[in-house]
């Protein structure tokens, strides 16, 4: 359904070295980085035929969170949910909810952990059991 997420950051290198952290978890190579015609940097991280691209405001304000937005990234196993948590927490993101584990859904239960990137967005690692 979607081809790709963009969010704005206030640091390009800060963010950079948060999403190469944690979206190496997943299994997403170093970001490609990228400076559009108008000169703000932007980087593009690419995994399973979808892309997460982070970059600096093109309109040159500061980049705010969408409040009520939450990006959801798969886990392969429980495991990888905890390591994506526990990576972003380590390189600058913010635990925020419930501590990471299985919760019981409307869509069934799954095993979720919300951190915030150090821009504010709102990041969730979500394994489903088969």
Known sequence: MFSHVMVGSNDIARSQRFYDAVLAVLGAGAAIENRNAAGQMRLFYRHGGASFCVTEPINGEPATVANGATIGFKCES??????????????GGTSVEDPPGLRNGAIGPMHLAYVRDPDGHKLCAMHRPK
């Open 78 to 91: 429980p495991e990888q949910v905890q390591q994506f948590h526990d990576v972003a927490v380590a390189h």
